[in-house]
């Protein structure tokens, strides 16, 4: 069984629901200040490069299927296409279909995943490590949690742009 992180999880039983809120909230901060730190290596924002992740699985796209495919707004996705063509990751092209809309090519892949590539595969390897140490029965459960964890988030999310 795994060592648990003692600032994580004290010995007394916590206040009904204070110790999983610190968890999760600790856990939500490590998460985006790993991704903001490897977007800056790049010269990003953690927004651009999610968004860009997006449009490199797309091949191309509209802001609107940016938008719909990231749940940000198109407004957001204007300022974050406008920073990613400034910065070279991304050109704007007239839609032939919709004249009244662009398209979005992706450029300079292999620029970003040289750089953001060894920074994931440290992780994964450091993330297969602890995993290592679990049972198939505790990783299917963990993972399941996760899973169910993801699926009340884009929930939540959902009900706030209702």
């Avoid at 839609?95 to 300079?108: A, E, G, K, M």
Wanted: glycine share 8%; net charge positive; aromatic share 4%.
């Amino acid at each position: 069984m795994p060592k648990i992180n003692s600032s994580a999880v004290s010995e007394a039983p916590p206040a009904e629901g204070v110790h999983r809120d610190r968890l999760h909230r600790d856990l939500a901060t490590a998460v985006i200040t790993f991704h903001e730190s490897a977007s800056r290596r790049v010269g990003m924002t953690a927004a651009e490069r999610k968004t860009l992740g997006i449009l490199w699985d797309l091949g191309v796209a509209t802001p609107g299927q940016l938008a719909a495919a990231s749940g940000l707004t198109t407004g957001a996705i204007t300022g974050i296409v406008d920073r990613l063509e400034k910065a070279g990751y991304a050109t704007r092209a007239p839609n032939p279909d919709d004249r009244r809309s662009v398209l979005i090519h992706p450029r300079q892949q292999e620029k970003v995943r040289a750089v953001i590539g060894p920074i994931f595969e440290s992780l994964s390897t450091a993330m297969a490590g602890l995993s290592a140490r679990y049972t198939p029965e505790q990783l299917i459960l963990i993972h399941t949690y996760l899973a169910e964890t993801t699926e009340i988030l884009r929930d939540e999310t959902h009900k706030l742009k209702g």
